[in-house]
């Protein structure tokens, strides 16, 4: 069994950058694959950005060149660095874990926290 508790989420006006974290507990975490997604009101659930144990990394065409996931294995905690923010930005972002492959279904993800809320305003 994983735990995630994700933090960091707050209000911050259009151009400007946050960063999000998420803490893991219960498992051997290097040996996870980490994502993070994100829901709008009214939308699906969709792809932000993955990392392996290995630092591999993979990111939706809407997070490219702005947003950059990474992990501290000694410190159970990956994180999402967004900058560049548009009120299109603004969702519930979730922390989710898995083995490997890395995947960008949600569907593939066994374990996900409560979700931290990202409002861009304009």
């Known amino acids: 069994q994983v735990h995630l508790e994700e933090s960091g989420g707050e209000l911050v006006q259009a151009g400007g950058s946050l960063r999000l974290s998420c803490g893991a507990s219960g498992r051997t975490f290097r040996l996870l694959v980490m994502a993070w997604f994100r829901q709008a009101p009214g939308k699906e659930r969709e792809f932000v950005a993955a990392?392996?144990?290995?630092?591999?990394?993979s990111y939706a065409d809407s997070a490219k060149g702005r947003f950059t996931i990474s992990r501290d294995n000694a410190k159970n905690a990956v994180y999402l660095q967004m900058s560049s923010l548009k009120p299109e930005d603004t969702a519930i972002y979730y922390c989710?874990?898995?083995?490997?492959?890395?995947?960008?279904?949600?569907?593939?993800?066994?374990?996900w926290g409560q979700g931290t809320q990202v409002t861009v305003s304009s």
């Open positions: 990392i392996t144990w290995t630092d591999n990394t």
């Open positions: 989710a874990a898995k083995d490997l492959p890395a995947s960008k279904y949600a569907h593939e993800y066994n374990y």
